[in-house]
């Protein structure tokens, strides 16, 4: 079993504070642990790092950022050209759906190439498209 941690994961997971943090928390060690188990990607994390620097102190959010980075249990998937344009097909096969990020949809790309269905996330995106996306904690 894999699992794609969407911003809102690793956010939720930062914040101890958060009401959800235990239960994420714990959903996400059920993953962890094991090399290339826990996926995310370089759009994640640039959404993420923003996010985090904004809401979190300096301090506590270099620690979590350089944990991300440097953790040998997590494997960052980059954006490429071709997945690129694959979440700019699905935008356009989306066009229902105009909230959804293009970070989303290349999360999605990127899920549906490598047969990921269980991702880190509070967003309804990820169910509502119908692909088979299974939200966690759930």
């Known amino acids: 079993m894999k699992l794609f941690v969407d911003t809102w994961g ?6 101890p504070k958060d ?4 239960k994420t928390a714990e959903c996400y060690k059920k993953f962890s642990g094991k090399e290339g188990r826990v996926l995310t990607s370089n759009f994640v994390l640039a959404e993420t790092l923003t996010l985090l ?4 102190p300096y301090t506590e959010a270099l620690r979590f950022s350089l944990g991300i980075l440097q953790s ?6 980059t954006v490429t050209e071709p997945r690129f344009r ?9 066009s229902d759906k105009p909230k959804i990020s293009f970070t989303d949809l290349s999360s999605m790309a990127l899920m549906m190439e490598l047969r990921l269905t269980d991702i880190l996330t509070a967003d309804a995106h990820f169910t509502q498209v119908g692909l088979g996306f299974r939200r966690m904690p759930s």
């Open 72 to 77: 040998p249990f997590i494997r960052v998937e």
């Open 53 to 56: 620097f904004r809401r979190r």
């Open 10 to 15: 690793w956010l939720v997971l930062a914040d």
């Open 86 to 94: 694959k979440a700019f097909e699905l935008r356009q096969r989306f």
């Open 19 to 22: 009401p959800l943090h235990s």
